[in-house]
């Protein structure tokens, strides 16, 4: 059974840095692709980031510039890095990973971290 487990959010002020992590029960390169999502309240869950084996990735263009998907393959590990952060920013944040198989697709989330950012 896949785990996802993150960590790494909390309450920051505007302008100020964040990074999540998401540890992986197994190796990350068993994974098609991983990304971040968040979803705020009385919102949609977004995609924020996503990254596949290749190492391409692409971004929410609200998060352009400001924010950075990486993987750890030694560490089986997701990152999302996080700077200039702004108050709309703030939601809980999941990893979410993606094996295809065949012509089907396996998500797998994490329970999510807060992140919290303050004006």
């Known amino acids: 059974q896949v785990q996802l487990v993150e960590s790494g959010g909390g309450l920051v002020q505007a302008g100020g840095s964040l990074r999540l992590s998401c540890a992986a029960s197994?190796?990350?390169?068993?994974?098609?692709?991983m990304g971040w999502y968040r979803q705020a309240p009385g919102k949609e869950r977004e995609l924020v980031a996503a990254i596949n084996r290749s190492g391409s990735t692409l971004y929410a263009d609200s998060v352009k510039g400001r924010f950075t998907i990486s993987g750890d393959v030694v560490k089986n590990t997701l990152y999302l890095q996080m700077n200039n952060l702004k108050p709309e920013d703030t939601a809980m944040y999941y990893c979410a990973a993606a094996v295809k198989i065949g012509d089907s697709r396996v998500d797998f989330w994490g329970q999510g971290t807060q992140v919290t950012v303050s004006s």
């Open positions: 197994g190796s990350i390169l068993n994974f098609n692709a």
